[in-house]
């Protein structure tokens, strides 16, 4: 019956765990940042602080967790086996993690030896997971939106890489560049393309299991995916050539199909036959609430173009769509995923007629609570600073870093409770 | 893809691991050659995998509401 996720064939959950692990510590770089160059961060997008903020969270947490869970979940989702998983994790993780600091280094100091040593790992750690996954992924027929999801996801993500590597180069080789366009473009890819769509193609399958909500209508969960990549390629090649009511167009069409998804995912809920609100729960209706602001932010900039123009527009923009919805969702996701993959690997080393103890016992409900609220008074924190950047920004950070901290403590708490669990199993007699 | 309910696992709205259970039982009591037919919010592939080694065959299909219904052939 333990065949029931297929883990037995997936690695082992040492491999996702050194990336669940690693990313909450990147929310505590983040937070203290802002408390350091707090001001600066909200005094355009453009500063090295926001740049280097922006990319420990994208990158370091964010993608980080993406990559990990991907790794393990794949054959689950996909039914797509990857190659060497454990070597694959052996060279992602380190490149990705040597890749991120060099990054935020080299945007603050503006060096460019930190910034050549940023697109090397970076290359190598994205190159290799692209090439991994992608085999992996092209092996298996479209038979679901779910894969379809993913294959289009891994192609918005190495847009991404490629736009960003190339801005990479030219910001440290000095070469001309028309930043503003291609940095829209790569964090419409890395944000709309790959983040959203790998977000909904996962979504399809866990919002239901876990949620016992009704499942996506199979026409909306076919095209969310081919309509965001049509969009972002529209908005693509009206940017690089110049045509702006494409570019207009292209935007109208990310944001509809977008929060047609994310309204689609509410009204799922509504019919959810599970009744307790959970965790997981509360930071998924977070996230969902908070891309809507997003979108009816972006959607009025579209209307009243003179909007974009403030700096702390965009600056807002960003704020609810990477940690009001992205973070939130990723975070509530990790709730489910790593008490459930610790237990799962309990349940098949216990000794026959011994039941593996209940998840909550690795990671209770009230320890996930606490780190929500914290969460919640983070968001309230930065909304704060966003307003009042001299007075908050110092409060802002700090919350921020005990949220990431209060995430860390969390997993690393589980993990210790799963080694207790696991000894006493091997005193128990493991299942041969 | 009408199944009489008694060879009907609709495991919809069913909690990790009770369709794969639901399945496996459901399996057991089939001779070789009848057919069952699966009802989930998503493609197994797990199970696949199980019923690959175990040599059963299935048809896989993809309803407007979101529901794979998946006939397999003991």
């Known amino acids: 019956m333990q065949a029931l996720l297929a883990f037995e064939q997936g690695p082992p959950v040492a491999v996702p765990a050194r990336f669940f692990l690693t990313a909450p510590l990147y929310l505590v770089l983040a937070g203290v940042l802002l408390a350091f160059e707090g001001q600066a961060v909200f005094a355009s997008r453009w500063t090295p602080a926001a740049l280097a903020l922006t990319h420990l969270l994208t990158l370091g947490f964010m993608l980080q967790i993406m990559l990990g869970a991907l790794i393990q979940i794949l054959p689950v989702v996909a039914g797509a086996h990857l190659p060497q998983p454990r070597l694959l994790a052996a060279v992602v993780h380190p490149a990705l993690n040597l890749g991120v600091l060099s990054l935020a280094l080299g945007f603050l100091q503006g060096a460019s030896t930190w910034m050549y040593a940023a697109a090397v790992f970076l290359v190598i750690a994205l190159g290799v997971f692209i090439a991994a996954s992608g085999w992996a992924l092209w092996r298996v027929p479209s038979t679901s939106p779910s894969i379809r999801g993913l294959k289009i996801a891994l192609l918005a993500l190495l847009i991404t890489v490629v736009s960003g590597v190339y801005m990479l180069l030219a910001l440290a080789g000095g070469w001309p560049l028309v930043l503003d366009r291609v940095a829209n473009l790569h964090a419409g890819w890395g944000l709309g393309g790959w983040t959203a769509i790998l977000l909904a193609a996962v979504a399809y399958v866990v919002v239901p299991m876990f949620q016992l909500t009704p499942g996506y209508p199979a026409r909306l969960a076919w095209w969310f995916p081919r309509l965001v990549f049509l969009a972002l390629l529209l908005w693509s090649v009206g940017a690089l050539v110049g045509v702006e009511w494409l570019v207009t167009v292209a935007r109208v069409l990310l944001v509809l199909t977008t929060g047609g998804f994310v309204i689609a995912t509410l009204l799922l809920q509504k019919k959810r036959r599970r009744a307790r609100v959970d965790v997981t729960f509360r930071y998924w209706q977070f996230a969902l609430y908070a891309v809507l602001a997003a979108l009816t932010m972006a959607l009025a900039e579209g209307v009243w173009p003179a909007l974009g123009e403030f700096k702390a527009w965009p600056l807002l923009l960003g704020l609810l769509v990477v940690l009001g919805g992205d973070v939130a969702f990723i975070t509530g996701m990790l709730y489910k995923i790593v008490p459930f993959l610790l237990w799962f690997d309990l349940q098949n080393r216990s000794a026959i007629g011994q039941p593996p103890p209940a998840m909550n016992r690795l990671l209770a409900e009230v320890e996930a609570e606490y780190q929500l609220y914290l969460f919640y008074l983070a968001g309230g924190g930065l909304l704060a600073a966003w307003i009042w950047p001299a007075a908050m920004v110092i409060p802002a950070g700090v919350l921020i870093v005990l949220t990431g901290a209060g995430l860390f403590l969390n997993l690393v708490r589980a993990c210790w409770r799963y080694r207790g669990f696991r000894l006493q199993a091997v005193v128990n007699g493991e299942r041969a | ?74």
């Open chain 2, 1 to 74: 893809m009408d199944f009489p309910a008694e060879r009907t696992v609709d495991a919809r709205f069913m909690e990790p691991p009770q369709p794969f259970v639901a399945t496996m039982e459901m399996l057991d009591t089939l001779q070789p050659g009848e057919e069952m037919l699966l009802l989930l919010f998503r493609e197994p592939h797990p199970l696949y995998r199980v019923l690959q080694k175990n040599g059963h065959n299935w048809v896989s299909e993809l309803r407007a509401d979101g529901t794979f219904a998946i006939r397999i052939t003991c």
